[in-house]
């Protein structure tokens, strides 16, 4: 239960540089950037990010385990320090490209950590714990965030991911090693080749891309609010407050069933609420809305980070972890484009109901590709 502690704190330090960022838009526009400058710096953390997944891996087969996450927690502490004394927007893209690459190696290095250190018959119940530590930020940094900038302590504001990429580099010395050879870089890691060969490689990314371009229209469930009249907290709050009932009241669920099986499952929960969200006639419809999506986030965001672990052997778990998180990234990239096409022609809302039925029917897709993944004898299970 110690290590546990261990991770749910890392986890959510290292989440806590990301989401203070949720606010970085208003504040550069409070300081006199134009709105366009404004979203391509924060942009470029997440573009930079999703390339990062790739050197995350590299860097955890190359130098060890616990040296890429004390290398990437002094690189994002090392940035958040700049950002305090950034004026101009090349400073500021940088920084923002610096401290992008140093989140993407830092959660990779760390999840395959949790991989490598929990028990295959705890992984589920572990993972649901850690996770608390990415939603918490919701409830303590980003609102404290949120006050500080709201009340003009622009600095305190921007010290914020400071303090919370120094208790990361504090993080990376305490935790308890996973091996000597894991630890110094010096474990043969296995090559992309058997990854495809030794684990559902195409199974895993598409079920990680069509749960990304899920979880991503959240970003679009302010605005769509507005346009009906609605407050925007009540889904989102209500989100969190679904996420947390499912990896609390529901622990113990996770560990009686293969989380795999569940993956399906658990996105279609989430795309049928996200379709009935629009169809929302006032706040509380709204707020039901978020909490069954919530619900279903609730599970499939720490069963998608198990298959790192469950599918794969643990010298190809740095890869595993790679290509879970460079998947749901992409999602991310891909959703805005496709909104940006289809809005003009069907309107905000139509194109919001388009997103919620495609997602219904990928929810239905990935749950059938598990289900027949499941009822192949383990011996007999090829990649793809």
């Known amino acids: 239960m110690r290590l546990i502690a261990y991770l749910i704190v890392t986890t959510w330090a290292i989440y806590s540089c990301s989401n203070v960022f949720f606010l970085f838009a208003a504040y550069l526009e409070r300081s006199g950037f134009p709105s366009e400058d404004a979203g391509l710096l924060v942009g470029a953390f997440y573009g930079a990010t999703t390339l990062a997944r790739v050197l995350g891996g590299w860097a955890v087969e190359r130098v060890g385990i616990r040296r890429a996450m004390a290398a990437s927690a002094f690189l994002c502490l090392g940035a958040a320090l700049l950002n305090l004394a950034a004026s101009s927007f090349w400073h500021f893209l940088w920084i923002r490209l610096a401290m992008g690459c140093a989140y993407g190696v830092f959660v990779v290095a760390l999840t395959t950590y949790q991989s490598l250190v929990i028990p295959e018959e705890t992984r589920g119940l572990a993972f649901v714990f850690i996770t608390l530590g990415a939603l918490s930020c919701l409830f303590t940094v980003v609102p404290l965030a949120d006050w500080l900038l709201t009340r003009g302590y622009d600095k305190a504001f921007l010290a914020l991911p400071v303090g919370a990429a120094l208790l990361c580099a504090v993080q990376a010395f305490r935790l308890p090693p996973v091996s000597a050879a894991f630890d ?50 009540s889904f989102v709050v209500a989100n969190g407050l679904g996420a947390l009932a499912m990896r609390t009241l529901a622990r113990d669920f996770f560990n009686r069933h293969p989380r795999y099986a569940l993956a399906g499952p658990s996105l279609l929960v989430m795309a049928v609420f996200l379709y009935l969200t629009p169809l929302s006639k006032d706040n509380l419809g709204l707020f039901a809305c978020g909490f069954f999506y919530g619900v279903g986030m609730g599970y499939g965001f720490p069963a998608h980070l198990a298959l790192i672990g469950d599918l794969a052997p643990a010298r190809l778990r740095a890869k595993s972890s790679t290509l879970v998180y460079f998947c749901y990234d992409v999602s991310f990239f891909l959703l805005p484009m496709l909104m940006g096409f289809v809005a003009p022609m069907l309107g905000k809302t139509g194109a919001f109901r388009l997103l919620g039925l495609s997602c219904v029917a990928s929810g239905v897709g990935v749950t059938v590709m598990w289900a027949l993944f499941a009822e192949v004898p383990k011996k007999e299970r090829k990649a793809g």
């Open 184 to 233: 110094a870089g010096e474990q043969s890691w296995g090559t992309w080749g058997e990854f495809y060969q030794y684990s559902p490689f195409w199974r895993i990314a598409a079920s990680c891309i069509f749960f990304g371009l899920c979880d991503a229209s959240i970003v679009y469930i302010p605005a769509l609010a507005l346009s009906m009249g609605l407050a925007p907290s």
